[in-house]
């Protein structure tokens, strides 16, 4: 019997759209998103503000929209502040149009498509030749065009996003290619399906230890990075592909400079965990946490321990300590014989 997840998961698969969930991404915690609305139902009701500060793939906060008047999206990632804008933003768009662009687009001849830079970079190793060329070739149409409005330009930017990561030759990040492995031709254009709602929307692009000292909403989540793989080396290609600023790309990986670098990859991440629960501001605090400290793979281990994330929580409130058992995809190094997800939540003594 296939689980609800797989159900959904197919479901999705099989739409023409794309929906917020359907990206692959490291951490994503779109299997707990029930358990989460569960404790903010119970313990967390009739709020009106909700903060989620590392909101990742955005997928809690669209589980969320109708609990709360105000949803504030925060994260550092390019990529992943034009896929909240076009999936939350309630600004006008013609449909459309864009339906016309995504069917002229996957009409296009390819044979006709000269190489671009997104081509010459990343076909034959990220893609296949002709699904780079056309990539690229979309990239530039939506950047060039003058046809559509800024949030129509945000909608067709995510939705390249999605279908470029769908087809990548990867594992599911891009910290490397898939080598010694043929690459079929199987990119296709789909538009992403924003979400209709009724909430205020906020979102931002800054650091969230700098946001949470100007910063207040009744419940906070937080799911920050643990371990020293850093998200925007993580999708770099996707931030390339957002960004369009062409730059010189490192290494084998075909990385873009560095930028936007987490402390909490770093040893100083305890550190760095503690002032941001120190500043934050709310009500009600939720954090989750998973058990990869006690991982094989140096790059999986948790630069925070358990431990220590307790006692700095303990401080700025009444603690209670959720766990649950899930699956947890790895590429081999590390043995999840008991992988367990926690949720802590605070009620904070700033009422």
Not at 59 to 81: G, M, P, Q, R, T
Not at 123 to 136: A, P
Request: aromatic share 14%; proline share 2%; net charge positive.
């Amino acid at each position: 019997m296939p689980t609800l997840w797989l159900v959904i998961q197919i479901y999705n698969s099989m739409s023409e759209y794309f929906f917020i969930n359907n990206r692959r991404y490291t951490g994503s915690k779109f299997k707990l998103l029930g358990k989460i609305k569960e404790i903010i139902e119970k313990y967390c009701p009739n709020q009106r503000s909700f903060t989620d500060i590392f909101a990742g793939t955005g997928v809690v906060s669209a589980e969320l929209i109708s609990h709360f008047k105000e949803i504030n999206i925060n994260d550092l990632l390019y990529s992943n502040d034009i896929i909240y804008k076009s999936f939350f933003l309630k600004k006008k768009y013609s449909e459309k149009k864009l339906i016309d662009f995504k069917n002229s687009v996957n009409l296009t001849n390819i044979n006709k498509i000269p190489d671009n830079y997104f081509s010459k970079n990343f076909g034959e190793k990220y893609y296949s030749k002709k699904d780079s060329k056309l990539i690229g070739h979309i990239r530039s149409l939506i950047e060039e065009s003058s046809n559509f409005n800024l949030h129509e330009k945000y909608i067709l930017l995510a939705s390249l996003i999605y279908s470029a990561d769908k087809a990548s030759n990867t594992v599911g990040h891009y910290d490397a290619y898939i080598r010694n492995k043929k690459i079929f031709d199987k990119f296709e254009f789909k538009l992403i399906k924003p979400i209709k709602h009724n909430s205020k929307i906020n979102i931002f692009r800054e650091d969230a230890n700098e946001l949470a000292k100007k910063h207040y909403s009744d419940v906070v989540y937080i799911d920050p990075p643990y371990n020293s793989r850093q998200y925007s080396r993580f999708y770099h290609l996707l931030e390339t592909l957002t960004v369009w600023d062409k730059p010189k790309l490192e290494g084998v990986a075909l990385k873009r400079p560095t930028e936007n670098m987490s402390d909490y990859c770093r040893i100083s991440a305890t550190d760095v965990f503690r002032d941001l629960i120190l500043n934050i501001k709310c009500k009600y605090l939720l954090v989750s946490y998973n058990n990869t400290y006690n991982s094989k793979s140096s790059s999986s281990e948790n630069k925070i321990k358990y431990n220590d994330l307790v006692a700095i929580l303990k401080t700025k409130g009444k603690l209670k300590i959720f766990d649950y058992k899930f699956n947890h995809f790895n590429a081999g190094k590390t043995d999840f014989n008991d992988h367990k997800e926690f949720i802590f939540l605070i009620e904070t003594n700033e009422k």
